[in-house]
């Protein structure tokens, strides 16, 4: 795993705001036609928006960026053009590889979250570690925001049922009816004006 960056920092203090961008990676964000999500498009430039906002407000919230390893021959590899974070990160933000859908799996994430604290997540895949990455964290105790249209996932394909297919807008609104039920807060884009202010 690569370690905590950077890791002179100690843990942030209780009551604190984080930014999640979970697997924000090259081969999830390029075109659909070189492998990316059927939303690439608006997703990237979503959080893009959201990432700026965090970076410019009067108190910013902790950023995290988590990379997902895949294993050999996938698409996010360990160190090839596919793994790559899509946005490039600053000095005081943090990277986290991992190796399982849970981000809080197998990593130090925990450390840098205190169980109080608002996380606010967007990434990839609704279906996989956004939904379990929130899970977990609902479990720990954190407030958890899920923006819409800042998530995302490809379409699915049930084999069980024939090979029907669900289409990657309906997958995401399952995935974002269920964590609401579950305990999570659904934000719309419109909200993320408001997102990293006092509330």
Same mark, same amino acid.
């Given at each position: 795993?690569?370690? %905590?960056?950077?890791?002179?920092?100690?843990?942030?203090?209780?009551?604190? $705001? +984080?930014?999640?961008?979970?697997? +924000?990676?090259?081969?999830? &964000?390029?075109? =659909?036609?070189?492998? /990316? !999500? =059927?939303?690439?498009?608006? +997703?990237?430039?979503?959080?893009?928006?959201? %990432?700026?906002?965090? *970076?410019?407000?009067?108190?910013? @919230?902790?950023?995290?960026?988590?990379?997902?390893?895949?294993?050999?021959?996938?698409?996010?590899?360990?160190?090839? @053009?596919?793994?790559?974070? &899509?946005? =490039?990160?600053?000095?005081?933000?943090?990277?986290?590889?991992?190796?399982?859908?849970?981000?809080?799996?197998?990593? $130090?994430?925990?450390?840098?979250?205190? $169980?109080?604290?608002?996380?606010? &997540? &967007?990434?990839?895949?609704?279906?996989?570690?956004? *939904?379990?990455?929130?899970?977990?964290?609902?479990?720990? /105790?954190?407030? !958890?925001?899920?923006?819409? #249209?800042?998530?995302?996932?490809?379409? *699915?394909? #049930?084999?069980?049922? /024939?090979?029907?297919?669900?289409?990657? $807008?309906?997958? #995401?609104?399952?995935?974002?009816?269920?964590?609401?039920?579950?305990? !999570?807060n659904l934000l719309c884009m419109s909200d993320v004006p408001h997102l990293f202010s006092d509330r």
């Amino acid at each position: 795993m690569t370690p %905590l960056h950077p890791s002179h920092q100690s843990p942030p203090s209780l009551t604190c $705001r +984080v930014l999640l961008l979970l697997d +924000v990676q090259v081969c999830m &964000v390029s075109s =659909p036609k070189e492998g /990316g !999500v =059927p939303s690439s498009e608006t +997703v990237y430039r979503n959080i893009e928006h959201i %990432l700026d906002r965090a *970076r410019s407000a009067k108190q910013p @919230p902790r950023i995290i960026h988590i990379r997902n390893s895949g294993e050999s021959g996938d698409p996010d590899t360990p160190n090839s @053009p596919g793994w790559q974070l &899509v946005f =490039p990160t600053l000095e005081h933000e943090f990277v986290m590889d991992k190796l399982k859908n849970n981000a809080f799996a197998g990593t $130090r994430l925990a450390e840098l979250i205190p $169980r109080d604290a608002e996380l606010i &997540v &967007v990434g990839m895949q609704s279906d996989y570690c956004v *939904r379990a990455t929130c899970s977990a964290a609902l479990g720990r /105790g954190n407030t !958890v925001i899920l923006i819409k #249209e800042a998530h995302a996932t490809y379409d *699915r394909i #049930e084999v069980w049922n /024939g090979g029907m297919v669900t289409i990657a $807008r309906d997958v #995401e609104s399952e995935i974002e009816a269920e964590l609401e039920e579950a305990g !999570v807060n659904l934000l719309c884009m419109s909200d993320v004006p408001h997102l990293f202010s006092d509330r």
